[in-house]
């Protein structure tokens, strides 16, 4: 089988401090780069011109979707792929590109690749989505909307392992950015025609602090019944995120469960109820819902951002301090080993895992009747 060809496309503004990171881990996997600039100030041109001459000048229009289908519009191979200039590959990802350039059978029209959006300490993944990132030529896909552009894909998907990681923007960006252009493309917030507009301006407005008007939006956005499930979904955390920051719990609580409506439990949800029953102390409560995130597995049909820890160490951690506190060490000591599968060297876990191996040597009657001096994990 021959190797598929590769355009990489691109749009950027003043990213010198950010882009030749991204170019360094990709550029040897591509066979042409297009870098569409829509505005740059600074050494962005630059340093791209060490990278490839296909640098091509778009006149900014408050548009995130034009400015990507003009940058599609100059790719000339096989496949797309589209990165932002904050994103690269880590080498283990190079290496599983470079195969998947090698063996991917065009009957595919898009390979769907998880999105990293932070990682621990030790380099595992946190936040994490799924995208269409590398698509097929001939299938002219578009990206619609000017901010939260969406790409629209259709036709034969594959689901690959490959993660795209991104990373600290070393650039200064406008927090109100993208809240600015959504009120320049609505209709006034309460009479919003299109129901992502609904969904993203009810997020614009949560991130820049206004949290009344964020809940109106996603209050009545929820009613809508064209709106995509993974979008409610969604907006039912926000919600629950809401109430808890404005001090509303059973509101938060309510909101938590809500998500139930939309969708399967989700691991991520399951660990945050189980957060609000073990802040009130209300232990065996929590124990049922962080043993319900474990019985989960990462859905594939989700496009949404989750939280990879929850289905993996984070709910161990949690039930380790849950059963602690309930005074049965075995247990607690078990699920500390199981996040220490995942967290290997990890300091806190180890020292807990000392502490309770002292505390379950002890005679039953004489033992610890809480985890006071464990469930240490920062």
Not at 16 to 21: G, T, Y
Not at 180 to 188: A, G, M
Not at 280 to 294: I, P
Not at 353 to 368: G, V
């Amino acid at each position: 089988m021959n190797l598929i060809t590769i355009s990489l496309c691109m749009i950027v503004r003043n990213e010198e401090n950010n882009i030749a990171r991204c170019l360094d881990s990709v550029s040897d996997l591509v066979d042409e780069i297009n870098i569409v600039d829509t505005g740059s100030t600074d050494r962005t041109k630059e340093v791209v011109s060490a990278y490839t001459d296909r640098i091509f000048d778009f006149e900014w229009i408050d548009d995130f979707a034009a400015a990507r289908n003009f940058s599609f519009r100059h790719a000339t191979k096989e496949y797309i792929l589209w990165l932002d200039a904050d994103d690269f590959l880590l080498d283990k990802d190079r290496e599983a590109f470079r195969s998947l350039k090698a063996t991917l059978n065009p009957f595919y029209d898009s390979v769907l690749m998880d999105y990293a959006v932070s990682r621990d300490a030790y380099g595992n993944t946190l936040l994490f989505t799924r995208r269409n990132r590398l698509v097929k030529r001939s299938q002219q896909f578009r990206w619609v909307y000017p901010v939260h552009e969406v790409l629209l894909v259709g036709g034969n998907l594959l689901i690959s392992e490959i993660e795209i990681t991104h990373g600290p923007n070393r650039e200064k960006k406008d927090p109100k950015r993208n809240l600015k252009i959504i009120e320049k493309h609505s209709e006034p917030e309460h009479n919003i025609e299109d129901s992502r507009y609904h969904y993203y301006y009810a997020n614009e407005l949560m991130d820049t602090g206004q949290l009344e008007e964020a809940i109106v939006l996603y209050e009545s956005f929820l009613l809508r019944d064209e709106a995509y499930f993974e979008d409610q979904v969604t907006a039912c955390g926000y919600l629950a995120h809401c109430y808890r920051t404005k001090g509303e719990h059973k509101r938060e609580l309510h909101y938590l469960f809500r998500t139930f409506e939309f969708d399967l439990p989700r691991a991520d949800y399951c660990c945050r109820i189980g957060l609000w029953y073990q802040e009130r102390q209300d232990y065996d409560k929590a124990v049922y819902w962080y043993e319900t995130a474990l019985r989960h597995e990462i859905p594939k049909h989700v496009f949404g951002l989750m939280n990879k820890s929850c289905w993996t160490w984070a709910p161990h951690v949690q039930l380790m301090i849950c059963y602690g506190k309930l005074a049965l060490l075995e247990k607690a000591y078990e699920h500390n080993l199981k996040a220490l599968d995942y967290l290997k060297g990890d300091g806190n876990l180890l020292q807990n895992k000392k502490q309770l191996e002292e505390a379950m040597r002890m005679p039953i009657n004489t033992r610890p009747d809480s985890s006071d001096g464990f469930g240490k994990k920062n």
